[in-house]
């Protein structure tokens, strides 16, 4: 899956034209926490190795905690000296920056296509899910859609603080869905979506949700996965730094009130054969249904990916249109896998389950693999929710009961690759237990 060269150069030329007054470019990629990391090139530079010069950056940047730091995992980070690894550019990708204070560039990077991919890497992952289930005939068509909040830009001893609306700088503290909040807030939205579009991602409908300043962007469908989740994670990077230039906070935290709705990501797939058809709506959706068992028997065991943190598990149930158990229905926003209303032609699926802040090259492999799973296993679901309000298996709610349940299931250990189902369990792992190093002000309360 190399890049030619000389199409990667072109790129480069093209933007330089564009964009004379630019510098410098960041190049980027997604940790396993969903952080990106990378170098600040200067333009020239980037040039270079469009045409063929080598891009790396250590390995282990990968494998950085939550908080960045580097836990011992195998011999990675603290036994093996820190190598350097191969990375190349993702075609057309390179887009301006236009939120920070200097005019900017940036492009995604990744180490899938390289001579070594790192096995570990989130967007590698996905690429060979994808390349598996396309030699097997199978072509998915991916839309994701993400939630999140705006906060006042300041915090109140650490905490967040209710965004002002901008009409009448008095707090916008009530959860609603009404469309005048997205009036209210259309000079940051409206900025929000347009520097969305310089990067090249398809925004299509924007919903002011339940929370208190609380919103939620549609992403259009795509025929190309990896550039889906890539769209996603660079929507999380821009829209944080288009809310603080206009005074706000934007944030993707899965559960930042307990008093109101979390903030999910929800991933509609369908599944395609070379020909165009869709592969689910086949034999009265017999395939529909195997795939949703596989999804449901799987979700379980992938919660370290759904929520990928102590306060993504804090989502999982009490509020609206969050499940915690696994389930499936046809048009209820109560189940994790739910089938929406529509012809047989975009019959889909809708997994409601991950947390906004969850990797999304990691959520779609999951959920590709679950649907890989029960196609080829072809067994009847458990009851829809439309038909038993109490069909559902239940799922881990903690993560190292979690991360347990994820490490030695056979299934996920080889449609994700053994490697990383260990590397990452054991990032998620000590992720954990260092958040658990600090005793909080209500442990002092009830216990001194």
Same mark, same amino acid.
């Given at each position: ?85 191969? %990375? ?34 989130? %967007? ?39 965004? =002002? ?88 935290? #899965? ?33 529909? =249904?195997? #795939? ?32 915690? =158990? ?25 997994? *409601? ?59 996920? *250990? ?27 002000? %209500? ?6």
């Amino acid at each position: 899956m190399k890049s030619h060269s000389s199409t990667l150069l072109a790129e480069v030329r093209t933007f330089r034209q564009n964009h004379p007054d630019v510098r410098y470019v960041d190049l980027i990629a997604l940790d396993i926490p969903g952080h990106f990391y990378g170098k600040r090139y200067p333009v020239d530079m980037l040039e270079k190795v469009a045409a063929g010069s080598p891009l790396k950056l250590p390995q282990n940047a990968v494998l950085l905690g939550a908080q960045g730091g580097l836990f011992k995992i195998g011999d990675y980070c603290f036994h093996d000296g820190d190598p350097d690894a191969n %990375r190349r550019l993702v075609p057309g990708t390179l887009k301006p920056v236009s939120w920070e204070a200097q005019p900017l560039g940036q492009m995604l990077i990744t180490s899938d296509g390289t001579e070594a991919p790192i096995e570990f890497e989130p %967007r590698e992952v996905l690429a060979k899910v994808l390349e598996r289930l396309h030699r097997k005939g199978i072509h998915p068509v991916v839309a994701f859609e993400l939630e999140f909040y705006l906060f006042d830009k300041k915090l109140s001893d650490g905490l967040p603080q209710f965004a =002002r609306d901008p009409l009448s700088d008095d707090a916008d503290d009530q959860p609603n869905l009404h469309i005048e909040r997205l009036s209210r807030f259309a000079p940051v939205l409206d900025d929000m979506v347009e520097t969305a579009k310089a990067q090249g991602i398809d925004i299509t409908v924007i919903t002011a949700e339940l929370g208190p300043g609380q919103f939620e962007i549609n992403f259009g469908h795509l025929e190309d996965g990896l550039r889906a989740a890539d769209w996603a994670a660079l929507f999380c990077r821009s829209t944080r730094g288009v809310a603080l230039k206009h005074g706000y906070r934007a944030s993707f935290m #899965a559960k930042p009130y307990l008093q109101h709705p979390g903030s999910g990501m929800h991933v509609h797939v369908s599944l395609y054969d070379a020909a165009g058809n869709n592969l689910l709506a086949a034999h009265q959706q017999q395939p529909l =249904r195997h #795939a949703v068992a596989g999804c449901l028997q799987l979700l379980p065991h992938c919660m370290p990916i759904f929520s990928p943190n102590h306060n993504a598990f804090r989502r999982l149930g009490g509020t609206v249109n969050a499940a915690t =158990r696994a389930c499936w229905g046809y048009e209820d926003r109560d189940a994790c896998v739910r089938i929406p209303e529509s012809d047989p032609r975009n019959l889909r699926i809708e997994h *409601r389950l991950a947390s906004a802040d969850a990797n999304p090259y990691l959520v779609l492999a999951a959920i590709l693999v679950g649907l890989e799973h029960g196609l080829e296993a072809a067994k009847e679901p458990i009851a829809p929710l439309n038909e038993d309000r109490n069909s559902g298996a239940d799922f881990p709610l903690e993560m190292l009961e979690a991360v347990r349940a994820m490490q030695h299931q056979p299934a996920l *250990r080889e449609g994700l690759g053994a490697e990383f189902v260990d590397v990452y369990c054991e990032n998620k792992r000590q992720d954990h237990l260092a958040f658990q190093q600090e005793i909080h002000a %209500r442990e002092y309360r009830w216990y001194l």
